[in-house]
């Protein structure tokens, strides 16, 4: 019986699955969240790893490189529905 994690649930608890989310990478300035608005998956982050991506920063106006390996999906503390199972 699942339920609704609770809001600030911590990622590392959550078990993975091919949920989709948004890929988000970390200012290494800030340390704040940068929003990619690429909608991705664990599979997807796997398969395009070694991939670079440049983002031109939200919080401290610099353009970072990330690999895609760095980043992570942004799907555990927003509305994106966990796949529950109703009984
Ligand atoms: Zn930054």
Known sequence: MLRHAPAGYNAQTIQWRSVMGELVFLC???AREIETGINTDRGSIA???R?????DCP???ETHS???SQGWIDNYARSVPALAETA
């Open 47 to 49: 398969r395009t790893r």
């Open 51 to 55: 991939r670079t991506i440049y983002l």
């Open 66 to 68: 990330f690999k895609v």
């Open 28 to 30: 290494p300035r800030t």
């Open 59 to 61: 919080h401290c106006q």
